[in-house]
């Protein structure tokens, strides 16, 4: 069966640092990957997805960046975090060409202080 | 532009009643609608799931509508229990695009009240 990790669970950090969120999938091959935040007390934002390694397409424009350097990994990255940053990052995967099968990981949750 | 909307941000239900959570959609191309359901500092998971070919699907105490020609559908939760409790997401897909994500709402916190 198929599993999905991220690490750190949590992390603080201060303003101006740098970020760094892994994900992996187990299980499977050549699965669409996605990050998502959700900032308190709103819903899910979309922020970066990817059909294959070195393939990533961003959603909004901002401070953060993505990259697939294998298969079943996926790095969400900052060079200086932003206050707004904080929030709750989610990884989810989904089987190729079938975006509709979505799972999500457990998330991080991230505070910029 | 929201191409998936869920109007109510809250809804409160006294415990063994029916919880009714609403989406609507814009987008004509989306034939397949799903719902998940969020605890606090967890991943959403998936909870059920509806074709375009289809009007009702349920399973177990939960079972979602569609009416295509409004572009509405809901989530009914019948009886609500305590563990019911947390947010409701509504996504929406139009397969043939194959890899383009799914389009979600802002959600709806239930509260199940016992």
């Known amino acids: 069966s198929q599993t999905i990790h991220q690490w750190p669970a949590t992390l603080v950090q201060p303003v101006g640092s740098p970020l760094s969120l892994e994900c992996t999938v187990e299980g499977t091959s050549n699965p669409n990957l996605y990050w998502y935040r959700q900032a308190a007390g709103r819903g899910l934002q979309l922020l970066f997805y990817s059909v294959g390694i070195g393939q990533i397409s961003s959603e909004v424009p901002q401070n953060l960046s993505a990259s697939r350097p294998q298969d079943r990994q996926f790095i969400l990255s900052s060079k200086k975090l932003l206050l707004s940053d904080s929030g709750f990052y989610l990884c989810a995967w989904s089987p190729a060409n079938r975006a509709y099968e979505q799972y999500f990981g457990p998330g991080t949750r991230l505070t910029v202080t | 532009d929201q191409q998936v909307k869920q109007n109510s941000p809250s809804l409160s239900v006294q415990e063994g009643r029916i919880s009714i959570l609403n989406c609507d959609y814009t987008?004509?191309?989306?034939?397949?609608f799903l719902w998940y359901k969020k605890y606090p500092a967890e991943g959403p998971t998936f909870l059920i799931s509806i074709s375009s070919i289809k009007d009702k699907n349920e399973d177990g105490r939960f079972t979602v509508f569609l009416n295509k020609s409004a572009k509405h559908l809901s989530l009914h939760i019948v009886p609500s229990q305590p563990g019911d409790s947390a947010v409701y997401f509504c996504?929406?897909?139009?397969?043939?695009?194959?890899?383009?994500?799914?389009?979600f709402g802002k959600g709806t916190r239930l509260s199940v009240i016992a």
């Open positions: 987008n004509s191309m989306f034939d397949y």
């Open positions: 996504a929406a897909s139009a397969r043939v695009s194959g890899n383009t994500p799914l389009v």
